[in-house]
Protein backbone atom coordinates (compact mmCIF):
# COMPACT_ATOMS: atom_id res chain seq x y z
CA UNK A 1 0.00 0.00 0.00
CA UNK A 2 0.98 3.38 -0.28
CA UNK A 3 1.64 5.18 2.98
CA UNK A 4 0.61 8.85 3.44
CA UNK A 5 3.49 10.76 3.33
CA UNK A 6 5.05 14.21 2.28
CA UNK A 7 4.37 13.68 -1.58
CA UNK A 8 0.26 12.90 -0.67
CA UNK A 9 -0.68 14.94 2.15
CA UNK A 10 -1.82 18.52 2.08
CA UNK A 11 -0.53 20.31 4.38
CA UNK A 12 -2.22 24.55 4.86
CA UNK A 13 -1.95 26.54 7.72
CA UNK A 14 -4.43 29.04 8.13
CA UNK A 15 -3.25 33.21 8.70
CA UNK A 16 -4.87 32.57 11.92
CA UNK A 17 -2.52 29.38 12.90
CA UNK A 18 -5.32 26.53 11.79
CA UNK A 19 -2.80 23.58 10.76
CA UNK A 20 -5.25 21.37 7.92
CA UNK A 21 -4.09 18.57 6.54
CA UNK A 22 -6.00 16.60 3.91
CA UNK A 23 -5.70 13.45 2.29
CA UNK A 24 -7.43 12.41 -0.73
CA UNK A 25 -8.80 8.70 -0.38
CA UNK A 26 -11.73 7.47 -3.30
CA UNK A 27 -11.92 3.98 -1.87
CA UNK A 28 -15.17 5.36 -0.32
CA UNK A 29 -17.31 7.58 -0.64
CA UNK A 30 -16.79 9.19 2.93
CA UNK A 31 -14.62 11.49 4.70
CA UNK A 32 -13.05 11.26 8.07
CA UNK A 33 -12.48 14.45 10.05
CA UNK A 34 -9.68 14.05 13.01
CA UNK A 35 -8.75 17.27 15.26
CA UNK A 36 -7.69 19.21 18.28
CA UNK A 37 -8.08 22.59 19.58
CA UNK A 38 -5.14 24.17 22.03
CA UNK A 39 -7.28 24.24 25.17
CA UNK A 40 -8.04 21.50 27.82
CA UNK A 41 -7.92 21.11 31.85
CA UNK A 42 -3.91 22.14 31.96
CA UNK A 43 -5.66 25.83 30.98
CA UNK A 44 -8.22 25.76 34.34
CA UNK A 45 -8.04 26.59 38.15
CA UNK A 46 -7.24 23.83 39.77
CA UNK A 47 -10.29 25.29 42.23
CA UNK A 48 -12.62 25.02 38.54
CA UNK A 49 -10.98 21.24 38.42
CA UNK A 50 -13.41 19.88 35.53
CA UNK A 51 -14.26 22.96 33.98
CA UNK A 52 -12.42 22.04 30.87
CA UNK A 53 -14.07 18.63 30.49
CA UNK A 54 -17.64 20.16 30.79
CA UNK A 55 -17.52 22.64 28.60
CA UNK A 56 -16.41 20.33 25.98
CA UNK A 57 -19.31 18.39 27.10
CA UNK A 58 -21.31 20.97 26.39
CA UNK A 59 -20.34 22.12 23.33
CA UNK A 60 -22.79 19.90 21.23
CA UNK A 61 -25.88 20.89 23.09
CA UNK A 62 -26.59 23.62 21.61
CA UNK A 63 -25.48 26.83 20.30
CA UNK A 64 -26.05 30.33 19.00
CA UNK A 65 -27.72 29.19 15.85
CA UNK A 66 -28.94 25.51 16.93
CA UNK A 67 -30.85 24.23 19.80
CA UNK A 68 -29.83 21.02 20.89
CA UNK A 69 -32.69 18.70 18.53
CA UNK A 70 -31.33 20.94 15.63
CA UNK A 71 -27.59 19.97 16.09
CA UNK A 72 -28.44 16.37 16.39
CA UNK A 73 -31.05 15.98 13.59
CA UNK A 74 -28.62 17.89 11.10
CA UNK A 75 -26.31 14.80 12.09
CA UNK A 76 -28.83 12.14 12.27
CA UNK A 77 -30.58 13.39 8.75
CA UNK A 78 -27.20 12.53 6.59
CA UNK A 79 -26.02 9.44 8.90
CA UNK A 80 -23.05 11.73 9.81
CA UNK A 81 -21.29 12.01 13.72
CA UNK A 82 -19.66 14.64 15.05
CA UNK A 83 -17.76 14.33 18.51
CA UNK A 84 -15.74 16.45 21.01
CA UNK A 85 -14.07 15.67 23.96
CA UNK A 86 -11.56 17.19 26.84
CA UNK A 87 -8.14 16.13 27.94
CA UNK A 88 -5.19 17.97 29.82
CA UNK A 89 -3.54 19.82 27.13
CA UNK A 90 -6.31 19.57 23.55
CA UNK A 91 -9.59 18.92 23.55
CA UNK A 92 -10.34 16.62 21.07
CA UNK A 93 -12.87 16.59 17.39
CA UNK A 94 -13.81 13.80 15.19
CA UNK A 95 -16.61 13.29 12.74
CA UNK A 96 -17.33 11.50 9.80
CA UNK A 97 -20.20 11.85 6.62
CA UNK A 98 -20.10 11.11 3.29
CA UNK A 99 -18.17 13.18 1.38
CA UNK A 100 -20.55 15.61 -0.46
CA UNK A 101 -22.12 16.08 3.19
CA UNK A 102 -18.23 17.87 4.54
CA UNK A 103 -19.39 21.14 3.78
CA UNK A 104 -22.21 20.59 6.67
CA UNK A 105 -19.85 18.85 9.14
CA UNK A 106 -17.37 21.60 8.71
CA UNK A 107 -20.28 24.51 9.18
CA UNK A 108 -21.62 22.41 12.18
CA UNK A 109 -18.30 21.90 13.73
CA UNK A 110 -17.74 25.69 13.50
CA UNK A 111 -20.62 26.40 14.97
CA UNK A 112 -20.28 24.63 18.02
CA UNK A 113 -16.40 25.30 18.69
CA UNK A 114 -17.34 28.87 18.62
CA UNK A 115 -20.55 29.62 19.09
CA UNK A 116 -21.77 27.89 21.87
CA UNK A 117 -24.96 28.40 23.51
CA UNK A 118 -24.19 26.32 27.03
CA UNK A 119 -27.80 26.75 27.72
CA UNK A 120 -28.72 26.03 31.42
CA UNK A 121 -31.06 23.04 31.90
CA UNK A 122 -28.37 21.07 29.43
CA UNK A 123 -25.66 22.38 31.85
CA UNK A 124 -27.36 21.48 34.91
CA UNK A 125 -28.11 17.77 33.45
CA UNK A 126 -24.53 17.43 32.49
CA UNK A 127 -23.19 18.48 35.61
CA UNK A 128 -25.40 15.92 37.36
CA UNK A 129 -23.88 13.36 34.82
CA UNK A 130 -20.70 14.28 35.79
CA UNK A 131 -20.93 13.61 39.70
CA UNK A 132 -23.20 10.72 39.34
CA UNK A 133 -20.40 9.56 37.12
CA UNK A 134 -17.90 10.82 39.76
CA UNK A 135 -19.28 8.98 42.42
CA UNK A 136 -19.32 5.21 41.00
CA UNK A 137 -15.55 6.05 39.95
CA UNK A 138 -15.13 6.80 43.55
CA UNK A 139 -15.64 3.11 44.70
CA UNK A 140 -13.96 1.75 41.54
CA UNK A 141 -10.54 0.54 42.59
CA UNK A 142 -8.66 0.56 39.22
CA UNK A 143 -9.36 3.95 39.12
CA UNK A 144 -8.90 4.86 42.50
CA UNK A 145 -5.45 3.03 42.47
CA UNK A 146 -4.68 5.07 39.17
CA UNK A 147 -5.58 8.48 40.64
CA UNK A 148 -3.33 7.76 43.80
CA UNK A 149 -0.40 6.90 41.70
CA UNK A 150 -1.09 9.91 39.64
CA UNK A 151 -1.30 12.33 42.66
CA UNK A 152 1.57 10.91 44.08
CA UNK A 153 3.98 11.39 41.15
CA UNK A 154 2.76 14.39 39.62
CA UNK A 155 2.85 17.70 42.49
CA UNK A 156 0.54 20.22 43.37
CA UNK A 157 0.34 22.79 40.25
CA UNK A 158 1.24 20.06 37.66
CA UNK A 159 -1.87 19.88 35.32
CA UNK A 160 -1.76 15.36 35.90
CA UNK A 161 -1.95 16.17 39.33
CA UNK A 162 -5.57 16.70 38.94
CA UNK A 163 -8.25 14.65 37.03
CA UNK A 164 -10.08 15.94 33.63
CA UNK A 165 -13.24 15.21 34.69
CA UNK A 166 -12.84 17.13 38.28
CA UNK A 167 -13.53 16.24 41.81
CA UNK A 168 -16.98 16.04 43.02
CA UNK A 169 -16.03 19.17 45.14
CA UNK A 170 -15.14 21.07 42.32
CA UNK A 171 -18.10 19.93 39.42
CA UNK A 172 -20.81 21.14 42.08
CA UNK A 173 -19.45 24.70 41.68
CA UNK A 174 -19.51 24.67 37.99
CA UNK A 175 -22.30 27.13 36.63
CA UNK A 176 -22.49 27.75 32.41
CA UNK A 177 -21.20 31.28 33.13
CA UNK A 178 -18.24 29.67 33.93
CA UNK A 179 -18.38 27.72 30.92
CA UNK A 180 -19.13 30.33 28.50
CA UNK A 181 -16.12 32.65 30.34
CA UNK A 182 -14.09 29.48 30.00
CA UNK A 183 -15.09 28.73 26.71
CA UNK A 184 -14.76 32.98 25.52
CA UNK A 185 -10.99 33.03 27.35
CA UNK A 186 -9.62 29.88 26.56
CA UNK A 187 -11.05 28.51 22.74
CA UNK A 188 -9.36 30.00 19.93
CA UNK A 189 -8.32 28.98 16.39
CA UNK A 190 -3.94 29.86 17.55
CA UNK A 191 -3.01 26.22 17.90
CA UNK A 192 -6.05 24.08 16.03
CA UNK A 193 -5.22 20.78 13.74
CA UNK A 194 -8.17 20.06 11.58
CA UNK A 195 -7.16 16.39 9.42
CA UNK A 196 -9.65 15.81 6.50
CA UNK A 197 -9.21 12.20 5.39
CA UNK A 198 -11.77 10.95 2.20
CA UNK A 199 -13.44 11.06 -1.23
CA UNK A 200 -12.80 14.89 -1.41
CA UNK A 201 -9.80 17.18 -3.30
CA UNK A 202 -7.95 18.44 -0.91
CA UNK A 203 -7.71 22.05 -3.15
CA UNK A 204 -11.65 21.99 -1.56
CA UNK A 205 -11.76 20.63 1.25
CA UNK A 206 -9.01 23.62 2.21
CA UNK A 207 -11.31 26.24 1.27
CA UNK A 208 -14.04 24.48 3.17
CA UNK A 209 -12.34 25.30 5.98
CA UNK A 210 -11.31 28.20 5.20
CA UNK A 211 -14.52 29.42 4.71
CA UNK A 212 -15.87 29.00 8.37
CA UNK A 213 -12.49 28.73 10.20
CA UNK A 214 -10.36 31.61 8.30
CA UNK A 215 -11.82 34.95 10.48
CA UNK A 216 -11.51 33.11 13.65
CA UNK A 217 -9.75 34.75 15.79
CA UNK A 218 -9.56 35.18 20.06
CA UNK A 219 -7.51 38.13 21.10
CA UNK A 220 -7.67 36.59 25.04
CA UNK A 221 -6.85 33.06 24.25
CA UNK A 222 -3.54 32.40 26.31
CA UNK A 223 -0.08 31.11 25.44
CA UNK A 224 0.14 27.83 24.84
CA UNK A 225 0.63 26.50 28.12
CA UNK A 226 4.41 25.05 29.27
CA UNK A 227 4.66 22.34 31.80
CA UNK A 228 7.96 22.21 33.58
CA UNK A 229 10.11 19.46 33.53
CA UNK A 230 8.77 16.49 35.12
CA UNK A 231 9.72 15.86 38.76
CA UNK A 232 12.74 13.20 39.83
CA UNK A 233 11.63 11.31 42.45
CA UNK A 234 14.16 10.37 44.87
CA UNK A 235 13.14 7.33 46.48
CA UNK A 236 10.50 5.18 46.47
CA UNK A 237 6.68 5.96 47.13
CA UNK A 238 3.61 5.26 47.80
CA UNK A 239 0.04 5.37 47.85
CA UNK A 240 -2.84 3.37 49.69
CA UNK A 241 -6.55 4.25 49.21
CA UNK A 242 -9.24 1.61 51.36
CA UNK A 243 -12.08 0.84 50.17
CA UNK A 244 -13.99 -1.05 52.21
CA UNK A 245 -16.07 -3.87 50.65
CA UNK A 246 -14.54 -4.71 47.72
CA UNK A 247 -12.78 -7.76 46.38
CA UNK A 248 -10.21 -6.80 44.48
CA UNK A 249 -6.69 -4.78 44.78
CA UNK A 250 -5.68 -2.98 41.89
CA UNK A 251 -1.76 -1.67 41.76
CA UNK A 252 -0.11 1.02 39.48
CA UNK A 253 3.45 1.33 39.84
CA UNK A 254 6.41 3.06 37.14
CA UNK A 255 7.36 6.70 37.48
CA UNK A 256 7.45 9.65 34.41
CA UNK A 257 8.05 8.11 31.15
CA UNK A 258 9.13 10.38 27.60
CA UNK A 259 6.98 12.86 25.81
CA UNK A 260 5.67 12.17 22.59
CA UNK A 261 7.99 14.08 21.18
CA UNK A 262 10.89 12.88 22.83
CA UNK A 263 13.09 11.30 20.14
CA UNK A 264 13.92 8.21 22.56
CA UNK A 265 9.47 7.60 22.73
CA UNK A 266 9.99 4.89 19.69
CA UNK A 267 12.68 2.84 21.60
CA UNK A 268 10.10 3.70 24.71
CA UNK A 269 7.08 1.86 23.17
CA UNK A 270 9.66 -1.56 21.96
CA UNK A 271 10.82 -1.67 25.62
CA UNK A 272 7.39 -1.41 26.97
CA UNK A 273 5.88 -3.74 24.64
CA UNK A 274 8.77 -6.38 25.93
CA UNK A 275 7.95 -5.66 29.62
CA UNK A 276 4.04 -5.39 29.63
CA UNK A 277 2.65 -5.71 25.93
CA UNK A 278 3.93 -8.61 23.78
CA UNK A 279 2.22 -11.89 23.59
CA UNK A 280 -0.37 -11.56 26.26
CA UNK A 281 1.35 -8.61 27.71
CA UNK A 282 4.84 -9.30 28.17
CA UNK A 283 6.96 -10.18 31.21
CA UNK A 284 4.98 -8.65 33.52
CA UNK A 285 1.74 -10.73 32.31
CA UNK A 286 3.68 -14.00 32.23
CA UNK A 287 5.17 -13.31 35.81
CA UNK A 288 2.21 -12.31 37.61
CA UNK A 289 -0.81 -13.60 35.78
CA UNK A 290 0.71 -16.77 33.96
CA UNK A 291 2.98 -18.22 36.43
CA UNK A 292 2.66 -16.78 39.41
CA UNK A 293 -1.67 -16.92 39.28
CA UNK A 294 -1.36 -13.58 40.89
CA UNK A 295 -3.57 -11.49 38.68
CA UNK A 296 -6.90 -10.82 37.14
CA UNK A 297 -4.74 -8.85 34.69
CA UNK A 298 -1.09 -7.34 34.34
CA UNK A 299 0.29 -5.24 31.56
CA UNK A 300 2.48 -1.89 31.44
CA UNK A 301 1.79 1.10 29.37
CA UNK A 302 3.75 4.38 28.00
CA UNK A 303 1.81 6.64 26.62
CA UNK A 304 3.87 9.44 25.66
CA UNK A 305 1.59 12.90 25.77
CA UNK A 306 2.20 16.48 24.96
CA UNK A 307 3.80 16.31 29.12
CA UNK A 308 5.25 13.34 29.84
CA UNK A 309 3.37 10.92 30.95
CA UNK A 310 3.67 7.79 33.08
CA UNK A 311 5.24 4.38 32.28
CA UNK A 312 2.94 2.54 34.42
CA UNK A 313 2.93 -1.10 35.17
CA UNK A 314 -0.44 -2.02 36.01
CA UNK A 315 -2.54 -5.05 37.92
CA UNK A 316 -5.75 -6.40 39.17
CA UNK A 317 -5.27 -8.59 42.22
CA UNK A 318 -6.35 -10.52 45.18
CA UNK A 319 -6.05 -8.21 48.60
CA UNK A 320 -4.04 -10.96 49.55
CA UNK A 321 -1.82 -10.91 47.21
CA UNK A 322 -0.70 -7.24 46.85
CA UNK A 323 2.50 -7.45 48.44
CA UNK A 324 3.96 -10.31 46.38
CA UNK A 325 2.28 -8.83 43.21
CA UNK A 326 4.15 -5.52 43.89
CA UNK A 327 7.37 -7.53 44.11
CA UNK A 328 7.07 -9.75 41.22
CA UNK A 329 6.30 -6.44 39.13
CA UNK A 330 9.49 -4.48 40.28
CA UNK A 331 11.30 -7.85 39.77
CA UNK A 332 10.64 -7.20 36.09
CA UNK A 333 11.11 -3.26 36.07
CA UNK A 334 14.59 -4.30 37.45
CA UNK A 335 15.48 -7.15 34.65
CA UNK A 336 14.40 -4.21 31.99
CA UNK A 337 16.52 -1.98 33.42
CA UNK A 338 19.79 -3.94 33.71
CA UNK A 339 19.51 -6.88 31.53
CA UNK A 340 19.60 -6.14 27.60
CA UNK A 341 16.27 -7.74 26.30
CA UNK A 342 17.42 -10.96 23.86
CA UNK A 343 17.94 -10.73 19.91
CA UNK A 344 14.59 -12.54 19.45
CA UNK A 345 12.67 -10.59 21.90
CA UNK A 346 14.18 -7.34 19.52
CA UNK A 347 13.73 -8.84 16.43
CA UNK A 348 10.02 -9.72 17.53
CA UNK A 349 8.19 -6.30 18.61
CA UNK A 350 10.44 -5.05 15.60
CA UNK A 351 7.95 -6.99 13.41
CA UNK A 352 5.22 -6.44 15.31
CA UNK A 353 5.52 -2.88 15.25
CA UNK A 354 6.50 -2.49 11.71
CA UNK A 355 3.53 -5.36 10.71
CA UNK A 356 0.57 -3.37 12.90
CA UNK A 357 1.52 0.03 11.16
CA UNK A 358 -0.15 -0.98 7.56
CA UNK A 359 -3.28 -2.11 9.72
CA UNK A 360 -3.87 1.54 11.14
CA UNK A 361 -3.94 2.38 8.04
CA UNK A 362 -6.59 -0.08 6.80
CA UNK A 363 -9.30 2.61 7.49
CA UNK A 364 -10.00 6.76 7.00
CA UNK A 365 -10.21 6.70 10.57
CA UNK A 366 -6.87 5.62 11.41
CA UNK A 367 -5.20 7.44 8.67
CA UNK A 368 -6.76 10.54 10.06
CA UNK A 369 -6.08 10.08 13.63
CA UNK A 370 -2.44 9.01 12.78
CA UNK A 371 -1.66 12.19 10.62
CA UNK A 372 -3.47 14.12 13.74
CA UNK A 373 -1.29 12.68 16.15
CA UNK A 374 2.21 13.29 13.23
CA UNK A 375 1.28 17.24 13.37
CA UNK A 376 0.58 17.48 16.75
CA UNK A 377 3.70 15.67 18.35
CA UNK A 378 5.63 16.72 15.49
CA UNK A 379 6.79 13.74 13.84
CA UNK A 380 6.81 15.21 10.36
CA UNK A 381 4.83 14.89 7.30
CA UNK A 382 7.38 11.29 5.99
CA UNK A 383 7.39 9.35 9.71
CA UNK A 384 4.95 6.90 8.16
CA UNK A 385 7.67 6.01 5.44
CA UNK A 386 10.44 6.11 7.55
CA UNK A 387 8.87 4.25 10.07
CA UNK A 388 10.03 1.34 9.64
CA UNK A 389 14.15 1.79 9.01
CA UNK A 390 12.99 3.72 12.44
CA UNK A 391 12.23 1.08 14.48
CA UNK A 392 15.11 -1.81 12.78
CA UNK A 393 17.39 1.03 13.78
CA UNK A 394 16.71 0.36 17.66
CA UNK A 395 19.11 -1.99 19.13
CA UNK A 396 19.06 -3.77 22.39
CA UNK A 397 21.38 -0.81 23.71
CA UNK A 398 19.14 1.76 22.98
CA UNK A 399 16.03 -0.40 24.61
CA UNK A 400 18.44 -0.91 28.09
CA UNK A 401 19.50 2.77 27.91
CA UNK A 402 15.78 4.52 27.55
CA UNK A 403 14.43 1.44 30.34
CA UNK A 404 17.44 3.04 32.55
CA UNK A 405 16.64 6.56 31.42
CA UNK A 406 12.68 6.69 33.02
CA UNK A 407 12.49 3.64 35.91
CA UNK A 408 14.26 2.96 38.45
CA UNK A 409 12.88 -0.21 40.49
CA UNK A 410 14.10 1.95 43.70
CA UNK A 411 12.24 5.00 43.08
CA UNK A 412 9.34 3.63 42.13
CA UNK A 413 5.94 5.32 42.67
CA UNK A 414 2.82 3.11 43.90
CA UNK A 415 -0.65 3.68 44.06
CA UNK A 416 -2.83 0.70 45.73
CA UNK A 417 -6.63 1.04 46.01
CA UNK A 418 -7.55 -2.09 48.63
CA UNK A 419 -10.30 -3.33 50.59
Known amino acids: ?27 AQSVVLSGSLRV ?12 ASLTSAALMRGTKRRDFTAIHSALEDVGADLGVSGGWYRTNTSGKALAEDLPMLIDLLADVVREPAFPESHIDRLRGETLTSLKIRSQDTRYRAGRAFYDTLYPPGHPYHYPTRGTLETVETLSAADLAAFHRTAYGANGMILVIVGAVNAADAVEIVRARFGDWRNPEQPPEVTTADAPTISA ?9 GKTQADIVLGGVGPTRRSADFPAAQLANSVLGQFGMMGRVGKSVREEGGLAYYAYSQVDGGVAALPWQVIAGVN ?3 VELAIGKMTDEVRRL ?3 PISEDDLADNQAYFTGHLPLQMETNEGI ?35 ARRYLDADKLVVGIATP
Open 337 to 339: TEE
Open 1 to 27: MTLPSSKNITRVVLDNGIVVLVYENFA
Open 319 to 321: PAN
Open 40 to 51: GSAYEMPAQNGL
Open 236 to 244: GLRSVVNLP
Open 368 to 402: ADTLHNMELHGRGLDYLVNYRDMMYSLTREDVLNV
